[in-house]
């Protein structure tokens, strides 16, 4: 039996053309609203899949680990650990979490696995009984970042997960030893280098979680990518590539950062574009 639940971690509100990239504030105001500050509303959402005696959580969202000064520079809303709090709602700990797979380690997806902010102590690991997975290549651009990126990298937590002696690194193309062959990774570019996205399958078709590849419903619209975005023109490729399939094969998407749908099937319409049907928010979807 496979049960998979969206859960919600921190929240964010950042800045709306960062989130849209080139695209104007006259076309992506239609999708979301903003603030006096020009900021959206964001999730920081994670998947929780439970299968054969495993709690396996992907992503851990923001979390709750800045300090008050940068809390504010990004936006953070709640001053708690929302995932926690998140997983208790389910009856689990951060201590019954057998695996966590990471996209990427950029702060608002891997912050989570930090503990909150406490004057004068330092962060420390959560997730005590965990493998933490990624892709190794993009490990290796979280070691040795670009001036661009160089600040979306938590520098202690890397080397947290070097020494807990349970991280592991997959391989374009390889499967995970831990997750075995039900479970399955591509890998993109075009957001940061090597970002991992895992996919497993459903009775109603495949579901994978695009992390920042595709954020949110907005950004399942091709032209559309985020400031952030390393290589533009490259994630435009891959998520055309990984839309194609979904809708042959009816799969779903979990959204990372929807502030509103979790989970939502892909289609395309009679022009051909791409779009978002069946959204729902947070699930609990059980199959046997």
């Known amino acids: 039996m496979r049960i998979f639940t969206t859960l919600e971690g921190n929240s964010q509100r950042l800045d709306g053309g960062a989130m849209f990239g080139n695209a104007p504030k006259a076309l992506w105001s239609r999708w979301v609203e903003t603030d006096e500050q020009n900021r959206i509303n964001l999730s920081c959402r994670a998947l929780l899949v439970q299968e054969e005696g495993r709690n396996i959580l992907v992503e851990t969202g923001i979390g709750a680990f800045f300090e008050p000064r940068l809390k504010e520079r990004y936006g953070i809303v709640e001053d708690h650990h929302v995932l926690l709090d998140s997983l208790s709602e389910v009856g689990l700990t951060?201590?019954?979490?057998?695996?966590?797979?990471?996209?990427?380690?950029h702060f608002d997806h891997a912050g989570g696995l930090l503990s909150a902010w406490e004057q004068g102590q330092p962060s420390t690991l959560l997730f005590p009984n965990a493998t933490f997975i990624t892709g190794q290549r993009h490990w290796h651009r979280a070691k040795r970042p670009h001036p661009r990126d160089q600040a979306s990298f938590i520098p202690e937590l890397l080397q947290l997960l070097e020494t807990s002696g349970r991280?592991?690194?997959?391989?374009?193309?390889r499967h995970s030893s831990i997750l075995?062959?039900?479970w399955r990774f591509h890998f993109s570019d075009g957001h940061t280098p090597g970002l991992m996205i895992p996919e497993f399958d459903m009775p109603d078709g495949p579901v994978v979680f695009p992390g920042d590849l595709i954020p949110g419903t907005p950004w399942v619209h091709l032209p559309i990518t985020m400031g952030y975005d390393r290589f533009p023109?490259?994630?435009?490729?891959?998520?055309?590539?990984?839309?194609?399939?979904l809708v042959e094969r009816g799969g779903r998407?979990?959204?990372?950062?929807?502030?509103?749908?979790?989970?939502?099937h892909v289609e395309r319409d009679n022009d051909g574009r791409y779009r978002v049907s069946a959204p729902q928010g947070n699930q609990k979807m059980v199959t046997r």
């Open 233 to 245: 023109e490259t994630l435009i490729d891959e998520k055309e590539g990984l839309l194609d399939t």
């Open 167 to 173: 991280l592991e690194l997959i391989e374009d193309g």
């Open 94 to 105: 951060h201590e019954d979490i057998h695996v966590v797979v990471l996209t990427h380690l």
């Open 180 to 182: 075995g062959k039900s």
């Open 253 to 264: 998407l979990v959204f990372t950062h929807d502030p509103l749908v979790a989970i939502a």
